[in-house]
């Protein structure tokens, strides 16, 4: 039940393009729903988070969408651009959990100009 | 600046020999993380610290021991009894879950070559 599976594993993207990527989590008491960004040789950053009680959230050009239903929820970069190529997470926590975040497996973006 | 440094970014080991990788925050965080990232599978948890001197194991934690002495450090071992140690290791560090968001904050991460 802990488990959060995302997709595509990897994602080639025209510069000005919709990137999106996909998550789907199991467990029901997850109610935070971050996005981490990770450049190469670099840690990952929070990029944008969202919580159960909103749908979507709009940071700039990344947008979460929440489907509570369905147990999915999914990042989507608009305008994309070359120094957008990184590798995304998701990740879901249960509030109060000392183990902190699960993480999807990652998504490697690739941006051609 | 505040910020999460891991030394060293690079480490190499031969079979067989335990290894110890740094971590030091200067953020004031109260809970610690150590994961590991292997291509394709995301981050696994190895072992989380909430408070000094104490510690829990994560999903993967055989094969490791980390220690929580001081509030600004935790240290990772990794033991020779770990099977497949080649890998990315990533600190992390929050302020306690459940207090208001808590995002984690990374490292730069070493990168262990065991041969």
């Known amino acids: 039940q802990q488990q959060v599976k995302q997709s595509p594993q990897s994602l080639i993207v025209q510069k000005g393009g919709i990137s999106i990527i996909n998550c789907a989590y199991e467990n029901t008491a997850f109610d935070y729903f971050p996005w981490y960004q990770q450049f190469p040789g670099k840690g990952p950053a929070l990029l944008i988070a969202i919580r159960p009680d909103v749908s ?15 147990k999915q929820f999914s990042l989507h970069i608009m305008d994309s651009q070359p120094g957008d190529s990184a590798t995304y997470f998701c990740a879901a926590s249960n509030t109060g959990s000392a183990r902190q975040l699960t993480f999807g497996s990652g998504t490697q973006l690739t941006v051609l100009p | 600046d505040g910020g999460i440094t891991q030394s060293p970014k690079y480490l190499f080991r031969k079979e067989g020999q335990n290894v110890t990788l740094s971590c ?8 610690m993380y150590w994961y590991r990232q292997d291509p394709g599978q995301g981050l696994r948890l190895i072992y989380y610290s909430q408070i000094v001197n104490d510690f829990q194991k994560g999903d993967i934690a055989e094969g490791y021991s980390v220690s929580r002495e001081k509030k600004e450090s935790f240290p990772l071992t990794v033991t020779s009894a770990q099977k497949n140690p ?29 041969t």
């Open chain 2, 24 to 31: 030091e925050q200067n953020l004031n965080h109260d809970a």
């Open chain 1, 56 to 70: 979507e959230k709009k940071e700039g050009r990344f947008t979460i969408s929440f489907n509570k239903s369905a």
């Open chain 2, 86 to 114: 080649t890998a990315f290791y990533l600190c992390a560090s929050s302020i306690l879950p459940g207090v208001g968001n808590s995002p984690l904050h990374f490292g730069n991460g070493t990168r262990l070559t065991v």
